[in-house]
């Protein structure tokens, strides 16, 4: 078992950012790559980022790329999701989830393991 939890979360104006951490325990958290998700009122939780075992292979989703970056320190068991101009439409609730594959995935059913969560609201 992998326990995660999210930190980082909170009201923030558009262009703004933010700093998402995860940290996990229980189980080697170097074998596992890790993902960030997050679901919005009313909509469907999509891919936001993810990061294999080692840091060398990241995927972002087209929304967030080159505002959002993913990164992990597997010495701290975390795994982190920096976040800067922000928009109203990232306003959402944050998950991190692993999983325990080669490389990146952005399909959340790849993912074992979930966070509870962190809320992200963006004000215009």
């Known amino acids: 078992q992998v326990q995660l939890e999210e930190s980082g979360g909170g009201l923030v104006q558009a262009g703004g950012s933010l700093r998402l951490s995860c940290a996990a325990s229980?189980?080697?958290?170097?074998?596992?790559?890790m993902g960030w998700f997050r679901r919005a009122p009313g909509k469907e939780r999509e891919f936001v980022a993810a990061i294999n075992w080692g840091g060398g292979s990241i995927s972002y989703a087209d929304s967030v790329k080159g505002r959002f970056t993913i990164s992990r320190d597997n010495g701290k068991n975390t795994v982190y999701l920096q976040m800067t101009s922000l928009k109203p439409e990232d306003t959402a609730a944050y998950y991190c989830?692993?999983?325990?594959?080669?490389?990146?995935?952005?399909?959340?059913?790849?993912?074992?393991?979930w966070g509870q969560g962190t809320q992200v609201t963006v004000s215009s």
């Open positions: 229980g189980r080697t958290f170097s074998n596992y790559a």
């Open positions: 989830a692993g999983g325990r594959f080669f490389g990146v995935r952005r399909a959340d059913s790849e993912y074992d393991y």
